[in-house]
Each structure stands twice: as C-alpha cells, then as structure tokens.
C-alpha cells in the first residue's frame, strides 16, 4: 500500500533530459537580439544636420536684409520731412513778402502823384504867406477886403487839399522849434544864436512831407550852431 505523503516515482527518462526550458529561452533571445542587430542597419550621416544650419541662417539673413530696408525707409521719411518743411518755411516767407510788396505796393503807388502835388500846395502856401505879409504891412488902415477874402479863399483851399491828402497817407510838417534830424530836415544854413539851444531847427525854408510815415521830401531848414 502507497503512502499518501509518499513522492511519486519519477520518470528515469524525464530526469535524464536536461531543462529546454531556460536554454531555449537564453538561446532565442540571444539569437532574437543577434539576428536584430544584424537586421539594425548602420547609422549614416543624415543631411538634416547641415539643413538644420543652414535654416538657422536663413532667418538671419532676412532680418538682416529686413533691418537695412527699414533702415533706408526710415531716411527717405527724415529727408523728406525735412524737405516738406523747407518747403513750408519758404512758402510762409513768400507768403509775408508777398504781403508786404502788396502794401508797399499800394501805400506808395501814389508816391510819385505826391510829389509833383506838393509843389501845387507849396503854391497855395506862398501864397498865404505874402498876403500875410501885405496884411501886415496894412495893419491899421482901412481893411482890404479883396486881400482878406483872397486869403480866407486860399486858406480854405489848401486846407481841404492837405484833409484829402491825409486821407491817403500824405501828411505835411514843420519841424521849427524842433531838434535838428538828418533823416528828416535839409539844413540849407546855419547861424549862431545865444538866446537859442545848439542843434535846433529855428527857421523853415520849406516843410517838409510825410507818405505813410516815410519821408517823401525833407524839410529845408536852419540851424541854430553856437559852437
């Protein structure tokens, strides 16, 4: 009778046969990893290396090119601000010459008028003053109402002729009493004279005119020069 606890017999031929299991699977992967590293082909070279290289420099190049055009775009904007401003200024510079030849233009279109008239009113002038000498000399005797209406008549003339010349800029002047100025008077001649300070207008030969502030014909005077 077998015990039950009691190994059972083993086959003399199973246990002379050595393991297949473990040598066949050392074996087939060896082979396996043999046969797949022969299979692996060699590493080549790629060519991606030198493309990678060569798109890194690329970049660069067009922003180089970039970064010169705008360079250049950015100078044409600065010489043309700079042209468009000339081009202003100029403008505003004939715009103000322009405007003051207007004025010149017409303050003194009359210039030459003006002074072939005021030898007109030098003549009413004259006048006056030799009735104001005969007047003078007829002081005391019976009035001369001839000489006196002559004279309110030339008076009234000339004094309506000299409104209407102010009107267009011509004024007249007497500078007696004045001091002497070049840019103004004519001294025809000079005197001492104590009672009088040096330098001053004392006498008027012939007033002077005035168009718009500047000076048509100069006063003809003397001059008092005590030194």
Excluded at 10 to 18: E, I, K
Excluded at 40 to 67: F, H, Q, R
Excluded at 201 to 218: D, E, M, P, S, T
Aim: proline share 5%.
């Amino acid at each position: 009778m077998r015990s039950q606890f009691s190994p059972a017999p083993l086959n003399p031929l199973r246990a002379s046969l050595p393991a297949r299991t473990r040598w066949y699977s050392d074996q087939t992967d060896a082979t396996t990893k043999k046969e797949g590293e022969e299979a692996a082909p060699e590493a080549k070279p790629t060519e991606a290396e030198p493309k990678k290289g060569e798109d890194a420099e690329a970049p660069s190049n067009v922003e180089a090119e970039l970064k010169k055009k705008l360079e250049t775009k950015e100078r044409e904007v600065i010489d043309w601000k700079d042209k468009y401003l000339r081009s202003v200024a100029d403008f505003r510079n004939l715009q103000d010459r322009t405007q003051r030849e207007v004025k010149a233009a017409r303050d003194f279109s009359i210039q030459r008028f003006a002074k072939d008239l005021v030898e007109s009113i030098d003549n009413l002038d004259r006048a006056l003053t030799m009735a104001q000498e005969k007047m003078k000399i007829e002081e005391g005797k019976e009035a001369n109402v001839d000489l006196n209406n002559f004279y309110e008549g030339v008076k009234m003339t000339e004094t309506s002729m000299l409104q209407t010349l102010s009107k267009h800029g011509l004024d007249r002047f007497s500078p007696e009493g004045e001091k002497f100025n070049p840019n103004e008077h004519e001294a025809t001649f000079m005197t001492p004279m104590s009672d009088k300070e040096d330098n001053t207008v004392f006498h008027v030969q012939q007033k002077g005119y005035k168009l718009n502030g500047r000076i048509l014909r100069a006063a003809k005077v003397g001059v008092v020069k005590n030194q």
